[in-house]
């Protein structure tokens, strides 16, 4: 399904699936914490990430690893502002995206030169986001998550995953158009305050949630759900990574969001091409 996404003045259009490159600024992240942390390491990431394929930088200042600890505002500010400015700056047409929870962060970002922000707590942190997102007039991902990054896995419990994350989603979707948040993009939030089996049921029905005609954003990248099953780390997770990131393609994923941007790129290529052939 072909859809148009106002990312501040910006009109970008999402025809086909894409892929949303993680760029951590934060010491302790679980993967990628600490790799890029000068000015050179942030542009060469940056620029690699581009030249494999990724439409969306995604900048992030505050780790959402079970257990981390909430940093505050200005600390967040200090990670994030400077390597929007500076990946702003050297590739202008570039969309980039903020991983915050904080109205204060996300307004500050997109001054910078952001257009999309993304909310892993669906306004549940800052009550303010929603109202702020509206006014900001960029694409809100909102995702689901049960508790919050340093209690979301100490005993995530559910009757229905399945039908309780619907839910959520019912909930809150009329609440941002109520803000004038006109581009939502949807995050069923994987990892998130979800065990092994929730993830995996979540999976399984993730062409259910095409039902709110919403882009539909994945992130499997490395995660625990791959590393429990296979016994793996995350530095040899890419594999089982690319393997769910098909899986999500062939229920309605219109965006991978993930570490490695050119080997979910391939996954793109060759879903295409199987979409195609006759």
Known sequence: MKRTLNCNGKLFVLEEPIVMGILNTTPDSFFDGGKFSTENEILSQAEKMIVDGAAIIDIGGQST?????LIPVD???KRVIPVIELIHKKFPEQLISIDTFYSEVA???????ASII???SA???DEKMF???GKLHVPYILMHMQG????????????NVVKEVKEFFKQKIPMLRDARVNDIIMDVGFGFGKNTEHNYSLLKHLSDFNIFEL?????????SMINRVLKTKPEDALNGTTVLNTIALMNGASILRVHDVKDAMQAIILFKQYHAAD
């Open 215 to 223: 882009p539909l954003l994945v992130g499997f990248s490395r995660k």
């Open 148 to 159: 919050d990054p340093e209690t979301m896995q100490q005993n995530p419990d559910y009757k």
């Open 118 to 120: 993304n909310d892993v």
């Open 107 to 113: 307004v500050k970002a997109v001054e910078a030169g």
């Open 131 to 133: 109202s702020v997102a």
């Open 123 to 125: 306004g549940s942190i």
């Open 65 to 69: 690893r079970p257990k981390a600890e």
């Open 75 to 77: 600390e967040e500010l």
